[in-house]
């Protein structure tokens, strides 16, 4: 990608949102367009190597890339992380697992660009994405977990993540968008907050379809105010994408 945000407020904000509108999203193309957990994937796939072409090449709305494969693959870590449920994977062997394999995942990713550095940023390459797939799914299964194996709802579960969240935003300071270890916890807390979240605005009033479409007008609505329309929240770059902390 040519650009990639900067590791500002707006940042968090923005992929808070995310998170909400990739886990309605996720539902409502296999519950609402009836795609299932299983068959909704491959068109994910589709859709997310599209971004990734049109971001090479493409020159209106270059911010745009970056967030359009945030909820592409939210989506689709969604209905990943449901398709383990459907197959009878309990969440109590399905959170650590993905876990393991998330932390395995940032281990090789140190190892491999430790001879290339650069504390100063979070390389958006090819573990990037990886990581944040599997965050995705983690977020998923542990959001339902504390809402429905634990036995919290959706209210509860959502404040058991939004909690530390809120406090590892407050303190984290540089460390956020430099440190490995503290970016992808972040990340895993947003996305079960956010599984949490989408759950209950879908089960309530507005429903599943109504709450996707509020929540996909709003996180539009950032992207091409802080985004689109404007260019300081994004750091131009060279062949290799860096995510930066604020100047």
């Known amino acids: 990608m040519k ?3 900067r590791i500002d407020k707006c940042y968090w904000s923005v992929l808070i949102v995310a998170s909400i509108v990739g886990a309605n999203a996720g539902d409502f193309l296999s519950d609402v367009v009836d795609l299932g957990h299983v ?3 491959p068109f994910l796939a ?3 190597l599209a971004i990734f072409t049109a971001a090479s090449f493409g020159r209106r709305a270059p911010g745009a890339y970056y967030w359009a494969a945030i909820i592409t693959i939210r989506a689709a870590a969604t209905n990943i992380g449901d398709c383990l449920h459907d197959f009878g994977i309990s969440f109590a062997a399905a959170v650590p697992a993905v876990a393991a394999l998330l932390v395995a995942v940032l281990v090789v990713w140190h190892v491999a660009e430790r001879r290339h550095s650069n504390a100063a940023a979070i390389p958006v390459d090819g573990f990037y994405w990886v990581s944040m797939t599997l965050a995705g799914i983690l977020g998923t299964l542990a959001g339902d977990a504390m809402s429905y194996a634990v ?3 959706n209210l509860d ?5 939004a909690v530390p969240l ?3 935003l407050a303190l984290g300071g540089k460390s956020l968008s430099t440190w490995l ?3 992808w916890p972040v990340i895993a807390l947003i996305r079960s907050a956010g599984t949490a979240a989408g759950d209950l605005l879908a089960h309530g009033p507005i429903g599943l379809v109504g709450s996707t479409a509020l929540t996909a007008a709003v996180f539009a609505g950032l992207v091409f105010a802080l985004y689109v329309r404007r260019r300081d929240h994004l750091v131009a770059v060279g062949s290799k994408a860096e995510l930066l902390p604020s100047a």
């Open 3 to 5: 650009y990639v945000p």
């Open 39 to 41: 068959s909704g994937l």
């Open 46 to 48: 589709a859709v997310l």
């Open 151 to 153: 036995g919290l709802g």
């Open 157 to 161: 579960a959502m404040l058991v993540f």
């Open 166 to 168: 809120a406090a590892a």
């Open 181 to 183: 270890a503290v970016y």
